[in-house]
């Protein structure tokens, strides 16, 4: 049975409920680790059902970086206008344009990537894997390893988060479609610099 004080813990350290904390440890004979582990595979697997639903509202969000040289504009969208509302939205919505001033994704998702820029990056992958006469199966792999790599550090959902580099967007809006109970997607941004 979890003690009081390894539920505070749990609750403390996942943001999860009170109920879910208990049976997590429960289920893991106390070990903290091991709950936290299970409620993020439990809390994946909440986010993959909520993801096909629709969303139709939102807010729009701006940053203007303090030497006002560079400028953000993302739309952030969810099910209904009670959760646009909300506090934590509202802040995810500001984290993520604050992360876009920093980065610069190209675009939300990797394979978003329009197809003329990933040829000019395949072009210049293949000139890089030529050297070293390489067998042409291993210079095949390096090339898309570079094409994969490539389009996941330019892809906004897959970048690390700049506030906290363990995560990457995709992880932060998780968390939050975990914590608010709607799903949540980037819909489009522009970034404008000086």
Same mark, same amino acid.
């Given at each position: 049975?979890?003690?009081?004080?390894?539920?505070?813990?749990?609750?403390?350290?996942?943001?999860?409920?009170?109920?879910?904390?208990?049976?997590?440890?429960?289920?893991?004979?106390?070990?903290?680790?091991?709950?936290?582990?299970?409620?993020?595979?439990?809390?994946?697997?909440?986010?993959?059902?909520?993801?096909?639903?629709?969303?139709?509202?939102?807010?729009?969000?701006?940053?203007?970086?303090?030497?006002?040289?560079?400028?953000?504009?993302?739309?952030?969208?969810?099910?209904?206008?009670?959760?646009?509302?909300?506090?934590?939205?509202?802040? %995810?919505?500001?984290?993520?344009?604050? /992360?876009?001033?920093? +980065?610069? *994704?190209? $675009?939300?998702? #990797?394979?978003?990537?329009? !197809?003329?820029?990933?040829?000019?990056?395949?072009?210049?992958?293949?000139?890089?894997?030529?050297?070293?006469?390489?067998?042409?199966?291993?210079?095949?792999?390096?090339?898309?390893?570079? %094409?994969?790599?490539?389009?996941?550090? /330019?892809?906004?959902? +897959?970048? *690390?988060? $700049?506030?906290? #580099?363990?995560?990457?967007? !995709?992880?932060?809006?998780?968390?939050?479609?975990?914590?608010?109970?709607?799903?949540?997607?980037?819909?489009?941004?522009?970034?404008?610099?000086?």
């Amino acid at each position: 049975m979890a003690t009081l004080e390894q539920v505070k813990e749990l609750r403390s350290r996942t943001g999860c409920g009170i109920v879910d904390c208990k049976e997590a440890l429960q289920e893991t004979k106390g070990n903290i680790e091991d709950a936290i582990s299970l409620l993020r595979k439990r809390g994946q697997v909440k986010v993959a059902k909520k993801a096909s639903r629709e969303t139709k509202e939102g807010i729009v969000a701006t940053y203007v970086h303090s030497n006002h040289r560079i400028a953000v504009i993302v739309s952030l969208l969810c099910e209904t206008d009670f959760v646009a509302r909300n506090e934590k939205f509202q802040e %995810l919505a500001h984290n993520i344009a604050l /992360h876009i001033a920093a +980065t610069d *994704p190209v $675009v939300v998702r #990797p394979e978003d990537m329009p !197809a003329e820029i990933v040829e000019q990056e395949r072009a210049v992958a293949e000139e890089q894997a030529k050297v070293g006469n390489k067998p042409a199966e291993i210079q095949a792999k390096i090339i898309e390893g570079k %094409l994969r790599s490539f389009q996941q550090e /330019h892809a906004l959902l +897959t970048q *690390p988060f $700049v506030k906290d #580099p363990q995560k990457t967007i !995709a992880d932060l809006i998780s968390e939050a479609v975990n914590e608010i109970g709607e799903n949540i997607v980037v819909g489009e941004f522009k970034r404008i610099a000086i």
